[in-house]
């Protein structure tokens, strides 16, 4: 009888003993909670454990129990092997000379030998494992894959996600489609390797994951399970008081001013549920953000408008930011690379975060596109990114714009929904230039806590 992933993923952990732990390049709360919560667990049981991180740890996480090894480069992780056919030609001597640029080999054999008595061969890796987390394909991984290729095709590969998309790239795929988060999978296979590795760290981390995965138990993924694990890990120790604070109460001033940018801009089409913003690259460097901090801003963002099932944003994006030449006015006929999103080229983006699974559907059918959960991360055929947003709404929303005479010629209409935003972007402004900290706490998020209390309060009844 054939093996379940859950049971091949087991018994792959128990056989290995230096394992490679490689979370997806967007490093969202999910995936380094996964990530960190594994690698606690393991280096609990004994393993050794490295953490191989795509670029630095966003600061929101840094609140996060780091594993012992957490890098952003790693060192070439196998030998080389110089063999010597000593039954044909017996060596007598071995020395070794260290020069500037060259080392050298001295052999000494009673007899002539040639280049057919020696080899050169690679020996065994140092790592006998890699684990990714949240990654749908190995162009997920960003540049740990673009770096070391050899490691994701030489080594074992367990894949651990839950994106239906999923390529099932690994020789073992982990992929839970029915789980709330990745998280939830990790705990379950911590679970399963020994209940007892779910120290008050690792449930930190997983806690954390989850609240992150789920957008604070709002996503319609969230059920039973997902609360009794969330209970469970409480139990466990896990710090909640601290991943609310960090994760949805503290934000970065240039964080805050972004919202207020993108506020400012939100034109919205009512019958339609929609509103979408456009973003030049002065944006960017008023702010000094990085395109990067978009899709976690755009979903906090989304959790304040429940009047809008949509919401788009339209960027220009460059080799992992926003870049060009300040007025947003970039030409993508003369960008490199092709169609894909994973090429790295220069293009004009598309971010929604949208809970209408139809339009998510429709984004992936109309673009080159990625999804997570809400959020869909597209490539716009357009070639100034002020172009995007109509093209978009033209073939995510062609007929139902044709039904409704008005919507073709939406006017902006800011949003006004919540409190007077014309001035936020000034007010913001005052408020940084009255305290000197790098993060501010934002009133919006002071009843996170209480909803998260409401959920675990009946699970312990």
């Known amino acids: 009888m054939a093996l379940t992933p859950l049971e091949q993923t087991i018994g792959a952990i ?53 594993p012992k090894q957490v890098t952003r480069e790693i060192p070439f992780d196998r030998d080389f092997i110089i ?81 239906p998309g999923n390529e099932r790239f690994g020789n073992i795929n982990l992929v839970d489609v029915l789980a709330s988060s990745v998280s939830e999978i990790t705990h379950m296979v911590i679970e399963a390797l020994n209940v007892e590795l779910v120290s008050e760290e690792v449930a930190t981390c997983l806690l954390a994951g989850i609240l992150e995965g789920t957008k604070s138990f709002q996503e319609v993924s969230v059920t039973p399970r997902t609360m009794e694990i969330a209970s469970k890990l409480l ?40 509103a979408h913003a456009t973003l030049q690259d002065e944006d960017f460097a008023d702010l000094a953000i990085n395109a990067k901090e978009l899709p976690g801003v755009l979903e906090d963002l989304h959790l304040h408008f429940e009047n809008f099932s949509t919401i788009a944003l339209f960027y220009w994006y460059q080799n992992g930011s926003n870049g060009g030449n300040g007025n947003g006015n970039h030409s993508a006929s003369s960008a490199p690379g092709g169609n894909g999103l994973a090429n790295g080229g ?91 900290e790098e993060v501010v706490q934002s009133e919006d998020y002071e009843n996170v806590e209480d909803d998260l209390s409401v959920p675990y309060a009946s699970l312990h009844r």
């Not at 380094?32 to 004994?46: C, D, I, Q, R």
């Not at 000593?86 to 040639?114: C, G, I, M, W």
């Not at 890699?130 to 050899?150: C, I, N, Q, R, W």
Request: contains cysteine; charged residues 25%; hydrophobic residues 40%.
């Open 14 to 66: 128990n056989q290995s003993s230096r394992i490679l732990i490689a979370p997806t390049a967007e490093l969202h709360g999910d995936a380094v909670g996964s990530a960190f919560a594994f690698a606690k667990a393991l280096e609990a049981s004994g393993k050794e454990v490295c953490v191989l991180l795509p670029e630095d740890l966003p600061p929101r996480f840094s609140f996060l129990p780091a």
């Open 83 to 163: 063999s010597i056919n000593t039954k044909e030609v017996p060596v007598s001597e071995l020395r070794y000379e260290q020069h500037e640029d060259a080392l050298k080999l001295y052999l000494t054999a009673p007899a002539h030998f040639s280049l057919d008595h020696i080899g050169l061969q690679p020996g065994p890796h140092k790592h006998d494992l890699v684990v990714t987390f949240g990654a749908s394909d190995m162009d997920s991984l960003g540049a740990l894959f673009e770096k070391h290729p050899y490691m994701f095709y030489d080594i074992p590969l367990l894949n651990i996600d839950r994106n």
């Open 235 to 274: 139990a466990r120790g896990a710090k909640q008081t601290d991943v609310v604070r960090y994760l949805y109460k503290s934000r970065s001033i240039g964080q805050l001013r972004l919202w207020g940018r993108i506020l400012g801009k939100l034109e919205s089409i009512e019958d339609l549920h929609l």
């Open 346 to 436: 220069p293009h004009v983006r598309g971010l929604v975060s949208s809970r209408e699974e139809h339009v998510l559907e429709r984004i992936m059918q109309q673009f080159p596109a990625k999804r997570r959960g809400r959020l869909a991360i597209f490539k716009v055929p357009v070639e100034l990114v002020p172009e995007a947003a109509k093209l978009f709404l033209e073939k995510t929303f062609g007929s139902a714009l044709k039904n409704d005479a008005s919507a073709n010629e939406a006017k902006p209409d800011i949003i006004t929904s919540h409190r007077e935003l014309s001035g936020i972007d000034a007010s913001m402004a005052d408020a940084v230039d009255a305290t000197d």
